[in-house]
């Protein structure tokens, strides 16, 4: 895929969130909380995984930070947060959620394959389900979050498990078949009057792990998170019935030498 083509669906994917943020955090909002990291639709927070660790006196980049709940909940243990996002919508919800918190956050409007900070800014990054799904080359991320980060910081990141990728995008556990090929090299996509105005990608275990290996990473964990004992939301396929059956989400946390 040429960088032109790459470019558009990014495009496309900073209008969807835009115009979807106010139905997101309607839908949503009650369960990502106002300072709140919830890493995945399965109800793992970081206070029950601690992947992060001790933040505070830290730099830390939320990538894809959305409405930025991830990037207060740092700030509100002491780490010097910023989250960076491209779709100007959620960039919104992010600054008036910061301003009501009162907490200090650092906002960006920024493509995360094009970061805009000067190598080794922070010393930690992470991301819950931000930017990865919706580009094409998550290798660009990671060699972008690798350049600003210092020697020996972190990157933990959520994003959709790939075999999430070959069912039916259906929460009910009878509906559990095969729709689409594992290494299916299309994306998903949704137009509108022949405008493309949503694009999601399939990244495979291939890609997430050369893509980290190639840009430096040392791989510490990887997690795929169950279904949280009382969680009763129904996050599009994601849901209590389904989760036995079909993993989700894939959590990677890992470090530059």
Not at 4 to 33: I, M, Q, S
Not at 187 to 204: I, N, S
Request: glycine residues 12%; negative net charge.
């Amino acid at each position: 895929m040429t960088p032109g083509h790459a470019d558009h669906y990014a495009r496309a994917n900073a209008r969807f969130w835009t115009g979807y943020r106010e139905d997101y955090l309607a839908e949503h909002g009650a369960v990502l909380g106002e300072s709140h990291l919830l890493w995945c639709p399965e109800g793992l927070t970081e206070e029950d995984a601690g992947l992060l660790g001790d933040v505070a006196g830290l730099d830390v980049l939320e990538v894809g930070c959305g409405a930025a709940q991830g990037s207060r909940w740092v700030a509100a243990r002491g780490g010097r947060a910023t989250g960076v996002d491209l779709s100007p919508g959620m960039l919104r919800a992010a600054h008036d959620g910061v301003a009501s918190s009162g907490l200090d956050v650092t906002l960006v409007e920024a493509d995360a394959r094009s970061l805009p900070f000067p190598p080794r800014s922070f010393d930690l990054a992470f991301t819950a389900f931000g930017a990865i799904p919706f580009v094409p080359d998550p290798e660009r991320i990671f060699a972008e979050v690798a350049r600003v980060l210092r020697p020996g910081g972190r990157w933990v990141f959520s994003t959709s498990h790939p075999m999430r990728w070959v069912f039916a995008d259906d929460p009910s556990a009878q509906h559990i078949r095969v729709v689409r090929r594992y290494f299916d090299p299309e994306p998903y996509t949704e137009h509108r009057g022949g405008e493309l105005v949503y694009a999601e990608f399939q990244h495979t275990l291939t890609d997430l792990v050369g893509g980290l290996l190639g840009a430096g990473f040392a791989i510490e964990s990887v997690l795929e998170p169950e279904w949280v004992e009382g969680n009763e939301h129904v996050w599009g396929a994601w849901s209590k019935e389904r989760a036995p059956f079909v993993p989700g989400t894939l959590i990677v946390s890992s470090h530059l030498p």
